[in-house]
């Protein structure tokens, strides 16, 4: 079995912590670290423009910090909530772009496409491995990966 560390980077308050709980053991705080990642998801909140705007600040200091093609998805949280939306989905689509990695919408709230971000990192994790170098993209589905 594959062993990944995928990094979650954000503001506080985006639900970093909220998503992790979901589908990983967040007692292992290496994992965090951005020197120890080798995939990365950058949160921000759907609902607030200042998480948004603070994402190229994270996405430079990995690309100071790793050499290589490192592995990034964008997840835009709190999608439970859009009636107090900040930032739409083409904006997270265009920033996503910008960085060379798929973006989704998640709720952590109602796991609601949660799995998806986890197995499409691990995807393109197990695809750089056997030299298919690239982020994940937006998928309607997982694929084949199965996080335990």
């Known amino acids: 079995m594959d062993n990944w560390k995928i990094a979650i980077l954000g503001d506080g308050g985006v639900g970093k912590t909220a998503l992790a709980v979901q589908t990983y053991d967040p007692t292992i705080e290496d ?47 709190k999608s439970d909530m859009t009636w107090e939306r900040e930032v739409s989905q083409n904006e997270g689509n265009n920033c996503a772009r910008q960085f060379g990695c798929g973006f989704i919408e998640t709720s952590a709230k109602t796991a609601k496409n949660v799995e998806d971000v986890f197995a499409s990192v691990v995807c393109a994790l197990r695809r750089s491995r056997n030299g298919k170098v690239g982020s994940p993209r937006e998928k309607k589905s997982p694929g084949r990966c199965v996080i335990l």
């Open 31 to 77: 994992a965090y670290r951005k020197q120890e990642g080798q995939g990365f998801i950058f949160v921000y909140s759907i609902t607030s423009r200042s998480t948004f705007e603070r994402l190229e600040t994270f996405w430079q200091s990995v690309q100071r910090v790793k050499r290589g093609n490192p592995i990034f998805m964008l997840v835009g949280n």
